[in-house]
């Protein structure tokens, strides 16, 4: 996928309407994606794609402070890399979500590997169109991707490739392992940060 951080992702129509649909049936979605363009010699960048209600998106625009977190889980049937995350507004509230990475196809493993190299993390929300079924482009915001974060990606990363090595392969299902993993799934209870990430809308 092409596109201009400030602009958001020029997300193909397919990837809209089923991130739509599952907005419309389980709420807030996120995504991670990795882009590169077409003539660049420069590594792949990861990006968050976030979609929800155009209400949920419109209460966190402006500035606000966004924590994550990379949670590692290695189940029978392969490993499960969970991003999670929270947008914690100026007026208060706040706006949660997670996805899930699998290091065993390309893009999952590129995504990761960008969290592990980027400096800075760009986080694009889309909002849900009015019929509810494609979703709206309406702001990006840019955080600092630290030093110790990075080195915990690459921590995850390296994790995660060598349980994908140890899985037998008779046995790898990654729909099967995140529905192990899942049950140890819960909302992002992440406390709001002091000195906070605070995300440059663009």
Known sequence: MDGKERKGLNLPENVRKSLAAAVAERGVQARTVSTQGRSSMKPPQGHVIVAATPEEIEAIRGTASVVRQLEFYKTPFGPVVRLAFSVFPLNGGRLTGGTVLNVSQVSGDAALSGLGRQKTLFFHFYALSADGEDLEYVFSK?????????????????????????????????????????????????????????????
Do not use: C, H, W
């Open 142 to 202: 840019e955080i600092p991707n630290a030093k110790e974060q990075r080195q915990e990606a690459k921590k995850v990363l390296k994790l995660a490739r060598d349980a994908y090595a140890d899985t037998p392969e008779d046995r790898r299902s990654f729909r099967r392992a995140v529905a192990l993993a899942e049950r140890q799934f819960a909302p992002p209870e992440m406390p709001e940060p002091r000195n906070g990430e605070t995300g440059s809308e663009g």
